[in-house]
């Protein structure tokens, strides 16, 4: 069974630094594209971060880009987000998500699935 | 990027009642769109990708439809569990990965 799991979370002060962790299992973690997302509490899923394999590639939100580091370890099945002079806006519940994907009728569709649990940040003096 | 929308925000609905959900993006997106059920402190799940393709274990009273720039989620007989927050998705263009507000479906 494909799963992901987060670790990390937790009370930071506003400009302080965090990191999350997502160990993946019973998939091929090293040819996946990863993914973080987060949920402010009550508001709908928003992007954050993505890290690709085939091409290499990395790319951020907006709204984090710049503070926000996210990174993989193939060896330890394992993707993290750093993340850096946080905001009370940055509270969340942060996601991490593979990438599948699919062939159907001469088109490759891609989904996200499976996502881990959740890791809640919360950024408040 | 593209934006999408759904309606309505939320409804409220009976066991055993049709559902259906709206999502309109703002650009074609031919058939690249995903719907996702979330639960209360849960994290999403895949029920349809490719616009209509049910999802490996999804039960088939979950449906969906469209292409281009409108689609629809149906649920043909709501039972008790589907109560929860659905999203859709577009895989057109990504990153950015934007989804839609979301829709509640509450019990009425």
């Not at chain 2, 895949?46 to 999804?58: E, F, M, N, W």
């Amino acid at each position: 069974e494909m799963q992901l799991e987060e670790s990390g979370g937790g009370l930071v002060k506003p400009g302080g630094s965090l990191r999350l962790s997502c160990a993946a299992s019973g998939f091929a973690f090293s040819t996946s594209d990863m993914h973080w997302f987060r949920q402010a509490p009550g508001k709908g899923l928003e992007w954050v971060a993505s890290i690709y394999t085939s091409p290499i590639y990395i790319s951020y939100a907006d709204s984090v880009q710049g503070r926000f580091t996210i990174s993989r370890d193939n060896a330890e099945n394992s993707v993290f987000l750093q993340m850096n002079s946080l905001r009370a806006e940055d509270t969340a519940v942060y996601y991490c998500a593979r990438l599948g994907n699919t062939h159907y009728n001469w088109n490759d569709y891609t989904w996200l699935g499976p996502w881990g649990q959740g890791t809640l940040v919360t950024v408040s003096s | 990027d593209i934006q999408m929308t759904q309606s309505p925000s939320s409804l409220s609905a009976s066991v055993g009642d049709r559902v259906t959900i709206t999502c309109r993006a703002s650009q074609s997106i031919t058939t690249y769109l995903n719907w996702y059920q979330q639960k209360p402190g849960k994290a999403p799940k895949l029920l349809i990708y490719a616009a209509s393709r049910l999802q490996s274990g999804v039960p088939s009273r979950f449906s969906g439809s469209g292409s281009g720039t409108d689609f629809t989620l149906t649920i043909s007989s709501l039972q008790p569990e589907d109560f929860a927050t659905y999203y859709c998705q577009q895989s057109y263009r990504t990153p950015p990965f934007t989804f839609g507000p979301g829709t509640k479906v509450d019990i009425k």
